[in-house]
């Protein structure tokens, strides 16, 4: 029984841009489908219209739901979202706030704190009626999906942590790659100017200075999001510390980190993998902080190995 049924008047989730499937227009063709909403959502909420949700892939696959980070949305999966297509059932998704999420939905209370997007993922989950899910998280959303798992334990069966990190200001015992003052300048900056902070920081943030497309591209989707709502949002991410919520993990994991990353440094990587038992730790042969966009072969391999060691 098919637990993702595919509406047959589908779209894509970025019609202006580019798409998942085999061409640009979606639907069965290429791969893409909504999701009729189910009963049950807060409100009567279309949580599958609020999210943005999308679905790609096998319809019999094991289900992977790829989650985006802070100044970003779905569509940085587009790289990697094809190769996972071809043997499993890809669910995608924006936060509110986020992307072709529905902005009147966002609230400065529930996104002021990484509960409110974990609460995001739950409700898409249910929405979906997803189960044994694997979470792939990029950056601060490799820790909403320990959360959610810890809420919603019958859920998810693994957990993909792309390029991590729990606490992201150094202390005593502990190198999270930013000193307090680091942060404080950091917030202040994006506070006063956040275009000029988009420009200046997506191409430190992707590294790669020999694909400046790349550092392009993240300062692009940096740019189009709500400032005030990015404020929220790096203020949520960027003075979290959610290193006692990894001791909840229970289910297998991967933590997927760069061999430079300015954002997650390796040291960050080793701490994560500590803290989870039984966790496995992979460094790929990529830089800077999206290797879905700087190096997807390789990610895409690396969850693929995770899911099916056989294959």
Not at 127 to 151: I, N
């Amino acid at each position: 029984m098919n637990p993702l049924p595919m509406d047959d008047h589908s779209s894509s989730s970025r019609p202006d841009g580019p798409a998942f499937g085999s061409g640009a227009d979606s639907g069965r063709g290429s791969g893409f489908g909504t999701l009729a909403p189910r009963s049950g959502n807060p409100a009567g909420t279309d949580i599958r219209r609020r999210n943005n949700v999308t679905v790609t892939g096998r319809e019999d696959g094991p289900v992977l739901l790829l989650v985006h980070g802070f100044g970003c949305d779905q569509n940085m999966w587009r790289l990697v979202a094809p190769m996972l297509a071809e043997n499993f059932r890809v669910v995608l998704f924006d936060y509110v706030g986020s992307g072709r999420s529905d902005l009147s939905a966002w609230s400065e209370q529930r996104y002021s704190s990484l509960d409110g997007y974990a609460l995001d993922v739950m409700e898409v989950c249910e929405e979906l009626d997803l189960r044994e899910v694997t979470f792939v998280g990029h950056s601060v959303s490799a820790v909403v999906g320990v959360l959610a798992a810890a809420r919603a334990p019958q859920r998810f069966s693994r957990l993909v942590m792309v390029a991590p990190s729990p606490r992201y200001i150094d202390e005593d015992g502990y190198r999270g790659g930013f000193s307090a003052d680091d942060i404080d300048e950091l917030l202040e900056s994006l506070e006063s100017n956040y275009l000029g902070w988009s420009a200046a920081m997506a191409p430190v943030i992707m590294g790669n200075e020999d694909r400046p497309e790349l550092g392009q591209e993240l300062a692009a989707s940096f740019c189009a999001t709500d400032p005030d709502m990015a404020r929220v949002f790096a203020r949520t991410t960027f003075l979290s510390d959610s290193r006692e919520d990894l001791k909840t993990v229970a289910v297998p994991t991967l933590v997927l980190e760069c061999t430079q990353d300015v954002i997650a440094p390796r040291e960050v990587g080793a701490y994560v993998h500590a803290a989870i038992p039984g966790s496995r730790l992979v460094t790929l042969e990529a830089t800077g902080h999206c290797p879905q966009l700087s190096a997807p072969q390789a990610t895409a391999g690396a969850i693929t190995d995770f899911i099916e060691p056989t294959r």
